[in-house]
């Protein structure tokens, strides 16, 4: 099978500096492209320099994530556009909305981590400020955007409603509920499925899942973030690496295990729903060019 991962950090320090080899990794089990996302100005260049290292394999993505929006400087728009100009095949992301962090008690968010229990996050209007700019950049330079959002999901139906936007874009990890699921899509929305969403207690998520239109659909593992169970429910043992200080990452070679579990899902065999995610990651992030 040929694998296309919609969504991960490979850039990530967390990683250790592994990154060839993890590629290494992915190559052997079939991912052939990625989309490798940034999320504040001080990691552009760590993304720009994996892509130019791995041509045809990585694809950047730059932008401003809402966690990160209050580090994002004075000058976070002319960056922006400058590392756009340099990567022909790149796009916009990680950008969107996030209130859970502005809710969000610091163990809770040290739990997910520890660099977050304390966090200075920007309020949803601000939030909204950067994220209606990007989205306006993608779709001024005709090419796509990866959109992070929870609970936010009326501002975010009101922004793609009402704003300039790219023609097609992506809803990484999908949580929101399956009635907006159609409304997103009328406005250029894809959703892709990360494995964290095995996990039992992700039912509802996987539901929302079943329901996608097959030609929205895109799988994703997020790596170092959304670990897969450790044990999946057909008895595989997934993928798992460990940073410095003993933390448990994601692998993004899991992707295999991404669409098999999403093909479970569904009712097919990943066999026959790999050709579907791979027309639908070229819609979003073309081939190179010859």
């Not at 099978?1 to 993890?22: K, S």
């Not at 949580?175 to 892709?192: D, K, N, T, W, Y």
């Given at each position: ?5 919609a ?6 320090e967390?990683f250790?500096?592994?990154?060839d080899?993890l ?10 492209r990625?989309?490798?996302?940034g ?5 552009w260049?760590a993304?720009?320099d994996?892509?130019?290292r791995?041509?045809g394999?990585i ?8 966690w990160?929006v ?10 922006l ?14 950008i969107g909305?996030d209130r859970w962090i502005?809710?969000?008690p610091p ?7 520890p660099e ?5 996050a920007?309020?949803?209007e601000?939030?909204?400020e ?6 306006a ?11 992070h ?7 975010l139906?009101?922004?793609v ?7 097609v874009?992506?809803l990484?990890?999908?949580?929101g ?7 997103l899509?009328?406005?250029?929305a ?10 039992p ?11 996608i239109p ?13 670990r897969?169970?450790?044990?999946l429910d057909w ?7 460990h ?10 070679s899991n992707?295999?295990?991404?669409v098999?579990?999403l093909?479970?899902?569904?009712g097919?065999?990943a066999?026959?729903l790999a050709?579907?995610l ?7 992030f073309?081939p190179?060019?010859?």
């Amino acid at each position: 099978m040929r694998l296309f991962d919609a969504h991960n950090h490979l850039h990530d320090e967390r990683f250790g500096g592994a990154q060839d080899l993890l590629l290494a990794a992915c190559r052997d089990v079939g991912v052939v492209r990625m989309v490798v996302n940034g999320s504040c100005p001080g990691d552009w260049s760590a993304v720009a320099d994996l892509a130019r290292r791995h041509p045809g394999v990585i694809i950047p993505a730059f932008g401003v994530h809402p966690w990160y929006v209050h580090q994002r400087g004075g000058d976070w728009q002319d960056s922006l556009r400058r590392h756009l100009d340099a990567s022909p095949e790149a796009v916009v992301g990680e950008i969107g909305l996030d209130r859970w962090i502005l809710d969000c008690p610091p163990a809770a968010r040290a739990a997910v981590s520890p660099e977050l229990a304390d966090w200075p996050a920007a309020g949803l209007e601000e939030q909204r400020e950067v994220f209606a700019w990007q989205l306006a950049l993608a779709a001024e330079r005709g090419v796509s955007a990866s959109i992070h959002c929870l609970q936010a999901w009326g501002p975010l139906h009101d922004q793609v409603r009402s704003g300039p936007r790219p023609a097609v874009w992506l809803l990484h990890s999908y949580g929101g509920p399956v009635e907006l699921v159609e409304p997103l899509a009328r406005f250029g929305a894809h959703f892709s499925f990360p494995g964290y969403f095995l996990h039992p207690r992700k039912a509802r998520q996987r539901d929302v899942f079943q329901r996608i239109p097959l030609d929205r659909l895109l799988a994703e593992t997020d790596a170092p973030d959304q670990r897969l169970p450790a044990r999946l429910d057909w008895g595989v043992e997934t993928d798992v690496l460990h940073a410095p200080d003993g933390r448990p990452l994601n692998h993004p070679s899991n992707l295999r295990w991404v669409v098999e579990g999403l093909a479970r899902l569904r009712g097919v065999s990943a066999e026959a729903l790999a050709p579907a995610l791979e027309e639908n990651f070229h819609r979003l992030f073309p081939p190179p060019r010859a």
